[in-house]
């Protein structure tokens, strides 16, 4: 997992200026190019009794597309203070749920969620993979079933 020096602190800024009425935030990567809302929804439907519910692919967890309770915000303030910027240092200290790859992928099979653009590379092969097709198998189970996969 890679240290990411500004992501706590974005999720922190966040998750603190959200409504005093919201018990949680879905917290997606800025750089997210397809943010699957059925995939959002059913994560937050998960968040009872946890402080973060966090979706996990082959690549280990990814954090900036998980949701956020603000019971949580204790431990991120904490994990500030002490200047550990590693967005999952703080899971030890809150009740956190974990989302199989194979349960997460019952909304977006090809994963398409987690794809994000960081620099001018990305976005060619994205601009290339578009125009190939190679990112057409994404979607949601309803969308297969309709187009027979």
């Known amino acids: 997992m890679e240290v990411c020096n500004k992501c706590l602190g974005y999720i922190k800024v966040v998750a603190s200026s959200s409504p005093a009425s919201s018990e949680e935030l879905a917290v997606p990567d800025r750089s997210t190019i397809y943010l699957n809302g059925e995939l959002v929804r059913y994560l937050a439907s998960g968040k009872e ?4 519910v966090i979706p996990e692919t082959g690549r280990g967890p990814e ?5 956020y309770g603000k019971g949580a915000l204790g ?3 904490e994990a500030l203070k002490t200047g550990d910027r590693k967005v999952v240092s703080f899971f030890g200290k809150v009740k956190v749920r974990k989302v199989a790859e194979p349960e997460v992928e019952r909304f977006d099979p090809s994963l398409r969620s987690f794809r994000n653009i960081n620099t001018p590379e990305d976005y060619f ?6 125009k190939d097709g190679l990112l057409s198998n994404a979607g ?3 969308d297969h079933e309709r187009a027979g996969r």
Do not use: K, W
């Open 75 to 77: 431990a991120i303030d």
């Open 140 to 142: 949601t189970p309803e």
């Open 49 to 52: 009794g946890y402080d973060v």
């Open 125 to 130: 092969h994205f601009r290339e993979s578009e």
């Open 63 to 67: 954090p900036l597309h998980a949701v």
